[in-house]
T-cell receptor, first 112, second 114 residues
Framework: AQTVTQSQPEMSVQEAETVTLSCTYDTSESDYYLFWYKQPPSRQMILVIRQEAYKQQNATENRFSVNFQKAAKSFSLKISDSQLGDAAMYFCALYNFNKFYFGSGTKLNVKP | IAGITQAPTSQILAAGRRMTLRCTQDMRHNAMYWYRQDLGLGLRLIHYSNTAGTTGKGEVPDGYSVSRANTDDFPLTLASAVPSQTSVYFC?????????????FGPGTRLTVL
């Protein structure tokens, strides 16, 4: 079975500061991808970053980076220099065999 | 290019009524998916289709049916709606060319069953 767990229902960060969102997962497969999606109040699901399981190097996209610990099955998202526009729900997802498995989400508040 | 469109944007439906949520993509993606999103539960896969003419069951398929007559369209039907089907429904697609594709999501349909 594939499961994704986000243990932080809600977090807050001061504008311009750094915040890390946690995600753990469980899978018996060796080949999979991990994703972070952002869902702002507009409800649109927006891809933030993706990580190939076979790559040891952590993915980075501008202010967004991940800490991928394959042995620990951990996939955290770090947002640097937080902006008001980063406020949203963030979902961690595991993908293999043409199916996505999503965590329950973390609501990120950004304080000005 | 619109990407993925869903209709209606929102709907209030009486219990026992039949309802079809529409999803269309113009990216010529092979794979399409339907999810429901409920507070505290994230997104859960209802049904999927790896290519036109094929469909498969996801995590929560009961009470829903799908069809995939062509590449672009993937309607989701609730034959007899129940209040527990009140949710936000997302359609998604991916190229399906590899086993590790990025999914692109539609804007969602908010369905309320009374």
């Amino acid at each position: 079975a594939q499961t994704v767990t986000q243990s932080q229902p809600e977090m807050s960060v001061q504008e311009a500061e750094t915040v890390t969102l946690s995600c753990t997962y469980d899978t018996s497969e060796s080949d999979y991808y991990l994703f972070w999606y952002k869902q702002p109040p507009s409800r649109q699901m927006i891809l933030v970053i993706r990580q190939e399981a076979y790559k040891q190097q952590n993915a980075t996209e501008n202010r967004f980076s991940v800490n991928f610990q394959k042995a620990a099955k951990s996939f955290s998202l770090k947002i640097s220099d937080s902006q008001l526009g980063d406020a949203a729900m963030y979902f961690c997802a595991l993908y293999n065999f043409n199916k996505f498995y999503f965590g329950s989400g973390t609501k990120l508040n950004v304080k000005p | 290019i619109a990407g993925i469109t869903q209709a209606p944007t929102s709907q209030i439906l009486a219990a026992g009524r039949r309802m079809t949520l529409r999803c269309t993509q113009d990216m010529r993606h092979n794979a399409m998916y339907w999810y429901r999103q409920d507070l505290g539960l994230g997104l859960r896969l209802i049904h999927y289709s790896n290519t036109a003419g094929t469909t498969g069951k996801g995590e929560v398929p009961d009470g829903y049916s799908v069809s995939r007559a062509n590449t672009d369209d993937f309607p989701l039907t609730l034959a007899s709606a129940v209040p527990s089907q009140t949710s936000v429904y997302f359609c998604a697609s991916s190229s399906g060319e590899t086993s590790t594709d990025t999914q692109y999501f539609g804007p969602g349909t908010r369905l309320t069953v009374l």
